[in-house]
């Protein structure tokens, strides 16, 4: 069965301190890992998706890597407004649907 | 594109209601997922269509829990009898199928069953 465990479960950072969050997954081949933000009450939103090790893309002060057995999620020199969970999520290959399977997520919270 | 919509946006019931929610994906995508999320977890699945057929359910979806997507638009998730343990926010996402595959969601639908 498909697994998938983030750390830390929460992360308190000051703006500008950057950090790393991780994903660790186990997967029947992996086709695609998902990053996603989700603030408080509102659906996930798309960051990411990574396909293959040592693949990296970046958005803005957030950029994800992959190897083999884990993803992170680097936040450089964070703001306030990157306060939310972020959800990590795999998509293996099967024969059938497309279901990801997600993380508990990483409730990040930068303060002033 | 106005993205994936969903209806109601809140909902509270009593215990051993039947509700109905919605959702509307984004217009050009085939294929329609639903998903449970509880407070402080991830988003699990629940069922997905591929056009109007729906190719998949989870052992999550007890025979209280039905879902349609007539004419492969717009999707409607019902819970009957509902429990207190059903209390969740209801996610629809929707995707286009390529290469990609990204599942983008809704704002989902809160159900409190009290």
């Known amino acids: 069965e498909d697994q998938v465990t983030q750390s830390p479960e929460a992360l308190r950072l000051q703006e500008g301190e950057s950090s790393s969050l991780n994903c660790s997954y186990t997967v029947s081949g992996l086709r695609g890992l998902f990053w996603y933000r989700q603030d408080p009450g509102k659906g996930p939103e798309f960051l990411f998706t990574l396909y293959s090790a040592g693949e990296e893309k970046e958005k803005e002060r957030l950029k994800a890597t992959l190897t083999k057995k884990e993803s992170f999620l680097h936040i450089t020199a964070p703001k306030p407004e990157d306060s939310a969970t972020y959800l990590c999520a795999v998509q293996p290959f099967t024969g059938g649907g497309n279901k990801l399977t997600f993380g508990t997520g990483t409730q990040l919270k930068v303060e002033l | 594109d106005t993205g994936v919509s969903q209806d109601p946006r809140h909902k509270i019931t009593k215990r051993g209601q039947n509700v109905t929610f919605r959702c509307d994906p984004i217009?050009?995508?085939?294929?329609l997922y639903w998903y449970r999320q509880t407070l402080g977890q991830g988003p699990e699945f629940l069922t997905y269509f591929q056009n109007e057929a729906q190719l998949e359910k989870s052992r999550l979806l007890s025979d209280r829990f039905s879902a349609e997507r007539p004419k492969g638009s717009f999707s409607t998730l019902e819970i009957q009898r509902t429990e207190q343990g059903d209390s969740a926010m209801y996610l629809c996402a929707s995707s286009l199928t390529d290469y990609q595959e990204t599942q983008y969601f809704g704002p989902g639908t809160r159900l409190l069953v009290l």
């Open positions: 217009s050009e995508h085939n294929r």
